[in-house]
């Protein structure tokens, strides 16, 4: 890919892409590390990024990349909070507490990346996070919109398993 063919897609979806860095993140300021960081990655390896290739997508890269980025933010960021804390403010002597909904998104952002296969995690984050169509997602992944429905519900159905089950006296499915 040229230089100026990377510029101009990333350019175009830099919305896109900044409100996904920022759903990871849940802060403005690191999205915008997450997002700068992606485009250096993608920079240094713009020659092998495939744009003419019928089953090349560029746009799904550069999420990815994205994403990637906004994780590793995520995880140099000192301000993280673990998984054992989120689940003591979440529960206090069986009561109930509001939960900050950062920490909720930090949490099921974790069960995301680390208890999913990576096409479940791919799907999942082409739809729920960038908000592709499952047309769209079965497009650029060379796979059939049933298959991609399948990979979302098994995602979807293994996220919500695991959060159950880590806080069932919490939340009941």
């Not at 744009?51 to 994780?71: H, L, N």
Request: glycine residues 4%; charged residues 30%; contains cysteine.
């Amino acid at each position: 890919m040229t230089s100026d063919k990377l510029t101009e897609i990333f350019i175009g979806m830099r919305d896109r892409l900044r409100r996904t860095a920022l759903y990871i993140t849940g802060n403005q300021y690191d999205a915008d590390d997450a997002l700068q960081d992606a485009f250096c990655r993608l920079w240094e390896r713009r020659r092998s990024i495939v744009v003419e290739d019928k089953d090349g997508c560029p746009e799904g890269y550069m999420s990815r990349t994205v994403a990637r980025s906004a994780i590793d933010v995520m995880r140099r960021s000192t301000d993280c909070v673990s998984l054992d804390d989120v689940g003591d403010r979440l529960v206090d002597d069986d009561v109930v507490a509001v939960a900050d909904p950062a920490d909720v998104l930090r949490l099921l952002a974790h069960i995301v990346d680390c208890s999913l296969p990576a096409m479940q995690r791919e799907v999942m984050h082409m739809h729920d996070i960038e908000g592709l169509d499952i047309d769209e997602i079965a497009e650029c992944l060379s796979l059939t919109s049933v298959a991609v429905r399948v990979n979302l519900s098994r995602a979807r159905a293994k996220v919500r398993e695991i959060y159950y089950k880590k806080y069932q006296n919490v939340f009941k499915p």
